[in-house]
């Protein structure tokens, strides 16, 4: 097993390494998506997104305003996040603690977009995505990554859904952890909220990346859209895989 290596500030990359970059709106499928890929091919899962989940724990945690932009740029280049390659992805550590479900609760999701909206949280995510290449192949889903993280990848997708598909699949997703408290109606409000302010920020918008292939999986199943992804990959990246 590979020694847990410190990722908070930029390293060099490797430029041999590959990487699947999928970017879409929250519960188009691109956690489920990337994970099973990355078992096909013996890549590493990367979620961007628990890095900004993160921050914003840290952020109520520490009594800091979300909504003040100079006190969350303080606190983001403070964090001390540790990332660790453990079963087929990238875990991540504070003070040598793994969140868990502690960053996907709806409060975290309250005051997410706030903070991820701040460039210097943006820029310090970045740099901690870039730096993984060092641990071999990956596939890194998120909101920005094939335009702003990784937009050079010749493998990048941009995964949507119908808002009443991505609402049924959140809430599914948060009863199986246990912490749903919400109706179908309110995860579909909050994800659109969190649509329009992540395609309207100023820095690092979530669209579709010019190039990006686009799959629409309101009316499809998983495996399909797994399928989809592994079908539009070089031939040499899943030649190395385990089909």
């Not at 699949?169 to 199986?176: D, G, L, P, V």
């Not at 499809?220 to 592994?230: F, G, K, R």
Request: with cysteine; aromatic share 4%.
């Amino acid at each position: 097993m590979r020694s847990p290596i410190n990722l908070s500030t930029s390293q060099h990359l490797n430029p041999m390494n590959n990487v699947i970059a999928i970017d879409g709106p929250g519960g188009a499928g691109k956690s489920s998506v990337s994970r099973l890929v990355g078992r096909r091919l013996g890549y590493l899962h990367v979620d961007s997104g628990a890095l900004y989940r993160i921050m914003t724990w840290q952020c109520l945690v520490r009594g800091v305003d979300t909504s003040d932009p100079a006190a969350v740029a303080a606190l983001a280049a403070d964090v001390d996040i540790e990332c660790r390659p453990e079963d087929g992805a990238i875990a991540y550590y504070v003070g040598g603690e793994a969140p868990g479900d502690r960053i996907r609760t709806p409060e975290i999701n309250a005051h997410a977009s706030a903070v991820a909206t701040v460039k210097e949280v943006r820029d310090r995510v970045t740099a901690i995505l870039r730096a993984m290449t060092r641990h071999g192949n990956l596939v890194v889903e998120g909101r920005d990554i094939t335009t702003a993280v990784f937009p050079d990848s010749p493998a990048r997708f941009y995964l949507t859904a119908s808002a009443e598909a991505r609402a049924r699949r959140r809430q599914k997703e948060e009863i199986e952890k246990g912490i749903a408290n919400q109706s179908a109606e309110a995860v579909k409000a909050s994800l659109l909220a969190r649509d329009r302010i992540d395609s309207t920020r100023r820095y690092a918008p979530l669209r579709k990346a010019d190039g990006a292939i686009e799959i629409d999986s309101s009316d499809m199943t998983l495996e399909q859209v797994v399928d989809a992804v592994m079908a539009a990959l070089p031939a040499e990246w899943t030649a190395q895989g385990n089909l």
